[in-house]
């Protein structure tokens, strides 16, 4: 007798579903004489915009495009009168890069010497003048490009800078990068390609190939100040050059004898 209950309390819901089924089929077939062809699917949404973005975070598109970026006036002026390690007690001027901010092409080195220590900008003495020649052999002019350092401020008699004034100082040359945003960028020696690709290889091994910074193409190269002290190096350069240029699209300038694969080192 139990089970007869059961099957009772089981035939109502179906019967009552029946009977649904029966009214809606009704009221939709009154509609369609009436001339009503489509039922909208809901009249307002469930759970409002707000409502969603509180619960779930904005959309992914929001979130890119509200992504704020510096530009190199506005980190030159967070680094304002910076004394985040030591050497800003002994520089004459803090040297924060010089160039196009809308660079196609950047160069980073180390750190500033005594020249550019004194006069405020990088690469300005005798090895920043050979880079001007690399530069201007490249077909391109010293204002077409952006020039900066890993550290802003002159080590006493130009020892390597130390890991801890790397770190303090580093951050601000990856802003200035981002900021720029350029097809490519040129390491100046060690200190630079090992900061930038956070790797610790010999810049011999790390010459003449190209690396990825964050989807920017990026060729690490012997310092300039390397190449005074051993001209050798200069062959290796320039063919790291040439590989720039053909990645740029840049075609070389005209040699002396009409010569234009740039085969002609500064
Ligand atoms: S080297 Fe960089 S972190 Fe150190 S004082 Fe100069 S600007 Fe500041």
Redesign the pocket.
């Known amino acids: 007798m139990q089970n007869s209950g059961n099957v009772k309390e089981a035939v109502q819901p179906a019967e009552e579903a029946e009977s649904v089924l029966a009214s809606v089929r009704a009221y939709l077939v009154d509609l369609q004489e009436s001339g009503i062809d489509e039922l909208p699917l809901a009249a307002s949404p469930l759970v409002s915009a707000a409502e969603r973005d509180m619960l779930l975070g904005p959309p992914p598109e929001l979130l890119s495009g509200e992504e704020i970026v510096e530009t190199l006036d506005s980190i030159r002026s967070d ?1 304002g009168d ?4 030591q ?2 007690a002994t ?1 004459t001027s ?1 040297v924060f890069g010089v160039g196009n901010p809308n660079a196609r092409l950047v160069f980073v080195g180390e750190g500033p010497g005594r020249d550019e220590d004194l006069q405020g900008e990088p690469f300005v003495g005798e090895a920043g003048k050979l880079l001007t020649r690399i530069i201007e052999a490249m077909g391109l002019k010293r204002s077409d490009v952006y020039i900066c350092n890993v ?3 002159r080590p006493p008699q130009n020892r390597d800078p130390l890991p801890s ?1 790397i770190e ?2 580093s951050s ?1 040359m990856l802003r200035q990068v981002k900021a720029i945003n350029p097809l490519m960028i040129v390491a100046l020696g060690k200190f630079a390609a090992q900061t930038l690709l956070a790797a610790k290889t010999p810049i011999s091994k790390l010459r003449g190939t190209f690396h990825d910074y964050h989807g920017i193409p990026l060729m690490p190269t012997f310092h300039p100040a390397a190449l005074l002290r051993d001209p050798a190096l200069k062959r290796e350069v320039w063919e790291d050059m040439k590989q720039v240029m053909k990645k740029m699209g840049i075609e070389p300038p005209l040699q002396k004898g009409g010569a234009s694969d740039g085969s002609t080192k500064p």
């Open positions: 680094l910076c004394h985040r390690c050497l800003g520089r803090l550290i802003k401020c004034e303090a100082c601000f």
